[in-house]
């Protein structure tokens, strides 16, 4: 039997860690989306991280093979698995009842210098950003932005149409709808439609917040959205959200609606959100799509200062994504 001076191993490189060193990384594109886990004690046993519940049932997680992990309410994580996670790349998010809260993350990755100065470049020159935004805009909706608007129109307009595509979706599906209303200090006072939106749109921002560290830029430096922890997340996200998780939210509350639903309307959510990101390979276009609008603003990678001093030591090359630090 292992003490646990010996399981705990050294805290240097990651030698001495429990279990063997993990192999290179997946790149993200070729990872499964997410994955939730609640009510359960999280480890590395035998050099595989597991969730033990309170039964004492253990279950055996991939951890290399996930984009990132959502750690409901009730669930603990020890030092080697953080550490375990972190090697192998994939995001911890710690996440509020049925996922639709999210209050921290782990940074596997975390931004490169040069992709960081390149973003914050983009994003504090007026007309640069203005044709990323443009560039999100079409990407969006499939067709050019509006000519001579500002970045608060575009977001006007933008957000005239979102309202029009959720009031159409909802008569699709014969969906009771009056408009996005949510409040997450009351979650139970939000109808069934908003509450599947609200599911659902926090899958996709955990995926996305993976997928934005993954390619070695900031979660918080927007174009669109801006002032938020996430918001160059939620630009993301956008691009993809009405493609997937929203027709899937609409379709979840019909169901409801209908009596079509056994169980926990935000897991339905969640499983059905898992198979539209399986269904529309999401993960193989989000990095791409990344680079392609902030390529639209048209300025070039800035070049290290001349006077910037080379690194005391070497890390060797990354193992994994363009963000990924091991």
């Given at each position: 039997m292992t003490g646990d001076s010996e399981r705990q191993g050294s805290t240097g490189s990651g030698k001495g860690l429990p279990g063997l060193e993990p192999p290179r990384p997946l790149p993200l594109k070729e990872r499964s989306s997410i994955i939730f886990v609640e009510r359960a004690q999280i480890d590395v046993l035998d050099g595989a991280f597991v969730a033990l519940d309170a039964n004492g049932v253990r279950v055996h997680i991939p951890v290399g093979a996930f984009a990132c992990i959502m750690l409901e309410p009730g669930t603990r994580v020890s030092h080697a698995a953080v550490s375990l996670a972190a090697r192998a790349g994939t995001l911890l998010v710690w996440v509020g009842e049925a996922g639709v809260r999210l209050y921290a993350s782990g940074q596997p990755g975390g931004a490169r210098s040069d992709?960081?100065?390149?973003?914050?470049?983009?994003?504090?020159?007026?007309?640069?950003?203005?044709?990323?935004?443009?560039?999100?805009?079409?990407?969006?909706?499939?067709?050019?932005?509006?000519?001579?608007?500002?970045?608060?129109?575009?977001?006007?307009?933008?957000?005239?149409?979102?309202?029009?595509?959720?009031?159409?979706?909802?008569?699709?599906?014969?969906?009771?709808?009056?408009?996005?209303?949510?409040?997450?200090?009351?979650?139970?006072?939000?109808?069934?439609?908003n509450k599947c939106l609200s599911a659902a749109t926090s899958c996709l921002h955990g995926l996305a917040e993976a997928a934005v560290l993954a390619a070695g830029y900031a979660p918080a430096i927007g174009f669109l959205h801006t002032g938020k922890p996430l918001s160059f997340v939620y630009d993301i996200a956008d691009l993809f959200k009405f493609e997937t998780v929203v027709p899937v939210a609409f379709e979840i509350a019909a169901k409801a609606g209908q009596g079509r639903i056994a169980g926990s309307i935000e897991m339905q959510v969640r499983r059905a959100c898992r198979d539209a990101f399986r269904r529309t390979d999401l993960l193989t276009r989000i990095i791409p799509s990344i680079e392609e609008v902030l390529s639209a603003g048209g300025l070039p990678m800035p070049e290290p200062s001349e006077e910037a001093m080379p690194p005391a030591f070497s890390d060797g090359e990354p193992s994994g994504d363009a963000g990924h630090r091991g």
């Open positions: 992709r960081l100065l390149y973003q914050a470049r983009l994003a504090l020159d007026d007309v640069a950003r203005l044709k990323v935004v443009r560039a999100m805009y079409a990407k969006r909706f499939g067709e050019a932005a509006p000519e001579r608007r500002s970045v608060d129109q575009l977001r006007g307009i933008e957000g005239v149409r979102v309202r029009e595509t959720y009031a159409l979706l909802a008569r699709q599906h014969g969906v009771a709808w009056r408009r996005r209303d949510y409040d997450p200090q009351a979650w139970d006072a939000s109808d069934v439609p």
